[in-house]
């Protein structure tokens, strides 16, 4: 038989961790996902968050309902995952957690409102989605994040570090390609969640200047030389709608056309989706667990949060009492069986040694005391006197036929002796 090759799955996967860059294993992970009841808005948001979170996340996550959280964080190390964004949907209303792995803290948002990307997309007069924004993590911009509260803090550390750091005398300008805005509203204490592709094009130059630098064919039609194309009065498209707080010197070449080193180009914003209004309701220690650091909704006295504080600490010290206790008597059937093993393979040697001993005795007794065959012509001499005859003591050898079958054959023969005297 030939050798068994590897198999469909084994073929298309990847191996991990196999000739990876340290950029990409040192960049945030995740992992999105939804829990809770079903809709097809949830997941419907759940992959538009994804799509937002590329290219540091599992874009084809598969999550079943069986799937408990222990599962993604069992596999999260392997993956170099370092943050989870679980939507969940009750009958109350839809929330979103995010979890820093492994150890937490949780942030708990409801979610007042949102609007798909494709919503999004379909109402923007002028859309901009290619598939090259999504290699390349976006930017993050925070607004109003400096605020009193120890939880606007928490906030905005949290939605730094899920994204990759950048630095500024090292970064290539022609890679930030999206950006996600985060504003903060101090009256409604909600946070606006918008989503933007960026685009950036030269200032100052006409619009039939824009086109060939742009490499687009212009329409000579109207025109009857090229210098009248070039020495039109209109403005570009650029300089007639974006303002001037727009206008930014670029420090580097951009691999856009027409956007060169230490000239002035425009920044532009499309939106992407989806948009978010998220509001900061629970934040608690562990993950999904521990003590809570903060609450929207319910306040507790210093009474109860030392009570709350000492049952959760004896809570603490009984489990690992309980802990502490089932390691010990895992240890002691450990050795047990360690013990039972070895006695019976200790009796199983001492059967085979007796064994081989007995054995060992039986062979020399065998080979001292060979058994006496009985001399009866000997005994007849000395006892007589006279030389016995020669069929005597002499044994028949051979065996007599089974009674049974000769008697079958008496009454075979029997028969047919009868038939032939009647045929006679």
Known sequence: MGRKGKGRCVKRNKQINVGEKEEVVKAPHSFVFHRGLPGEHIVELTKDFRKVMEPFT???????????????????????????????????????????????????????????????????????????????????????????????????????????????????????????????????????????????????????????????????????????????????????????????????????????????SAIKLYELGPRITLELIKVESGLLDGEVLFHALVHKTEEEKRAIKKRREEKKRLKEKRTKLQEENRKKKEAQKEKHKEKSLKGIQKKRENDMLLQKIAKESAEKNEPEEDDDAQYYREEVGEEPDKDLFQTKIGTKRPHKQIMRYKSKKAKLDKSQSNNK
């Open 58 to 264: 599992a874009s084809s996550l598969k999550a079943r309902k069986k799937n408990a959280i222990k599962d993604f964080v069992s596999v999260a190390s392997v993956l170099h995952v370092s943050h989870m964004c679980i939507f969940t949907k009750t009958e109350q209303g839809m929330y979103l957690k995010l979890c820093k792995l492994p150890r937490g803290p949780t942030l708990s948002f409801k979610i007042h409102s949102f609007c798909l990307a494709r919503d999004v997309i379909s109402m923007v007069k002028k859309q901009m989605v290619y598939e090259e924004a999504f290699k390349t993590s976006p930017l993050l911009v925070l607004n109003n994040f400096s605020g009193e509260g120890m939880q606007l803090k928490l906030i905005a550390s949290t939605f730094q570090n899920m994204f990759p750091t950048i630095n500024l005398t090292t970064v290539n300008l022609s890679t930030i390609r999206r950006c996600i805005c985060l504003n903060y509203n101090a009256t409604t204490k909600t946070i606006d969640f918008r989503h933007y592709a960026i685009k950036v094009v030269p200032v100052g130059l006409s619009r039939g200047v824009k086109k060939i630098v742009q490499a687009k064919i212009p329409n000579l039609s109207k025109c009857q030389d090229i210098s009248e194309f070039l020495t039109k009065p209109t403005m570009s498209e650029s300089e007639a709608e974006d303002d001037e707080s727009s206008h930014v010197t670029l420090s580097q070449k951009l691999s856009s056309r027409g956007n060169q080193a230490d000239s002035k």
